[in-house]
């Protein structure tokens, strides 16, 4: 399957998952993603588990075998200048230069976009870092739970007068790619307009701050600042996630349930029975005015029940339910498999690696992984000799000098 971007020619010198996300998507629609690394700086996605066996393996990360997928590995110790010549040539090759390394270190290396533009004038770079690559944060280093501290997450979520518990992982690093990959296809649309190629800079940070536009505008307009409040909501209660009926030898089981108007609660209500009925709940106001008694009334509630029969049997009644997933879950969802949320990709270490497809279905040109991601310096022979025409001697020139493995 060749894809709809099959002559596009990627250099990807990032590395974690802000940078490398970009790429993989590239890839999944058929560009060439030649990934740079090498082994004495392990990229922090390799060093993320869990890994393929248990124990600790670099070459075995499913966090790196999933932000990777598709490209081909070229090792180079950038720390070379000879490994930077190289990194030159493949620039001049391609039409996309992605790299996230601490502002103004491709400067000193003279791979910044200025000195990449002199040697190949349509080139396409993009810059991911936390805040960007100017100003006077721009050097505050960390990764993406620093990046939704920046943000404002960190001070959203969580409970309500208790400490701050943030998103999950590092939640910018998964959002900014989210804006790099249409970036990248809008700068290549117009360069095929135009001639001309262009600089991205991509501060996570900022971002992030693109989905707490409703908070900066409450603040502008009536200088009021968001804060944790758990899992309610303003305009509706309850809502919130609730203890459910946990067989023995598991884990705690969840469900989390949301009365979405009037009639949502009296259907719920109905369900409940006993203490629901009370009239005091009948309207919003009333129940926001009781929301921590009317959540204690929901959760015993549900306690004793199956989360999964009880958030079908809500669904049912028009009430909004569902089972708090945790990764087995996931991993056997019926609707995730009907979408090919999971690729399975045979792995040369350990048979078959599962990665996540592509964040888009297309119809005509639907995605593809074409290859597992690489282990060091798996593909050195295709690209410096397929790509660059390298010949023997240059290849052992290249290892004398320490450029390469």
């Keep these: 399957m060749s894809g709809p971007l099959a002559d596009i020619k990627v250099l990807d010198l990032a590395w974690v998952v802000a940078g490398p996300m970009i790429g993989r998507s ?25 890994y393929y066996g248990g124990g600790y393996d670099v070459q075995r990360s499913a966090c790196y075998a999933n932000g990777n997928a598709g490209k081909l590995g070229l090792a180079l110790d950038l720390q070379n200048e000879d490994a930077r010549d190289v990194v030159r040539e493949l620039a001049a090759w391609a039409d996309v230069v992605v790299e996230s390394f601490a502002p103004g270190q491709v400067n000193r290396w003279g791979l910044d976009y200025d ?5 190949n ?4 770079m993009v810059s991911t870092s936390l805040m960007g690559q100017a100003g006077p944060w721009k050097a505050l ?9 920046m943000s404002g997450y960190q001070g959203l979520v969580g409970p309500e007068e208790g400490l701050p518990t943030g998103p999950f992982g590092p939640y910018t690093d998964y959002v900014a790619p989210r804006f790099g990959i249409p970036m990248v296809l809008a700068a290549l649309d117009w360069r095929a307009r135009s ?10 940070a900022e971002t992030g701050m693109q989905f707490l536009a409703s908070a900066f505008a409450d603040y502008g307009a009536t200088g009021r600042i968001a804060k944790a409040e758990g899992n309610r909501d303003a305009a509706m209660a309850p809502h919130g996630v609730y203890p459910a009926l946990t067989k023995e030898g598991e884990d705690p089981r969840w469900i989390a349930v949301a009365a979405q108007n009037d009639a949502a609660w009296t259907a719920l209500a109905a369900e409940i029975g006993g203490a629901a009925s009370d009239a005091r709940f009948a309207t919003l106001a009333g129940r926001k005015a009781a929301e921590a008694e009317l959540d204690e009334i929901v959760g015993a509630w549900t306690a004793t029940r199956d989360p999964v029969a009880t958030a079908q049997a809500l669904q049912g009644l028009g009430v909004a339910a569902s089972t708090v997933a945790n990764a087995a879950d996931l991993a056997e969802d019926p609707q995730l498999e009907h979408l090919g949320h999971w690729e399975r990709v ?12 592509s964040r888009f279905a297309l119809s005509a040109t639907p995605a593809h992984v074409a290859r597992p991601a690489p282990e060091y310096g798996r593909d050195q022979e295709a690209v410096l000799t397929g790509i660059l025409g390298y010949d023997a001697a240059k290849l052992d020139a290249l290892k004398a000098a320490g450029a390469m493995p």
């Design 346 to 357: 045979p792995h040369p270490q350990i048979g078959q690696a599962t990665v996540e497809a």
């Design 26 to 50: 590239l890839a999944d629609f058929g560009a060439t993603v030649v990934r740079v690394e090498h082994p004495k700086r392990v990229d922090t996605a390799r060093a993320i588990g869990p």
């Design 195 to 204: 001639g001309e190629g262009c600089y991205i800079d991509l501060g996570q």
């Design 115 to 119: 000195s990449l533009k002199a040697i």
């Design 121 to 124: 004038p349509k080139i396409i």
């Design 141 to 149: 280093a960390g990764f993406g739970n620093i990046g939704a501290a």
